[in-house]
């Protein structure tokens, strides 16, 4: 394990730096983080480069929600980047993934693989554990579900056309489906 995985404060290091944001672009598969400095660019001053990762995503990079890593989709695994030199922290070792969306508390990841067996991968982050794998179903994507604003729950809204016996009358029921996370269990309406 990478030593900036083991020291929290090195995680956290550009997310505190109050004079300098942190952003990043990408050329080709390569990443560049750089560091803005208003007071330099004010001055005429380029902005500062921190690294660059060299062939660091297949696909385009986000930064996770509350901004400690970077997240790089690769053709057969996703990784997390964090600390001052971007280094990989956690490495989610599943193929063919194509979006992540990581929980508001960046300790569980919903990764989404339409062309693998299972489409939506439920993950620990931390633990780099599957959790839970959930099937695909025609028009669903990455947007399917949605997490709480603190990371607890995970919603899926659903509709499902039913079609009553001798009759031709097709009604449409639409709800939500809301898992408990960190055990995945559906909750269920006490509504009487």
Known sequence: MPQAAADLRDLRAPIFDVKREQYFYTRGKDVTINKFDRTQAMNGQPDEELVVVPNAADKP?????????????????????????????????????????????????????????????VWNFKMVEVIRELPITEGENIDTYKWSYDGLFLAKKFKTELRKEGNDEIKTKVGLTVYELPSMQILLNKSG
């Open 61 to 121: 990079c986000k930064w996770s929600p509350q901004g400690t890593y970077l997240i790089s989709i690769k053709a057969d695994k996703v990784i997390f980047l964090g600390g001052e030199t971007m280094v990989p922290i956690i490495t989610l070792p599943q193929t063919k993934v194509t979006e992540v969306k990581m929980s508001p508390c960046e300790k569980y990841v919903l990764t989404f693989s339409p062309m693998a067996n299972v489409a939506f991968t």
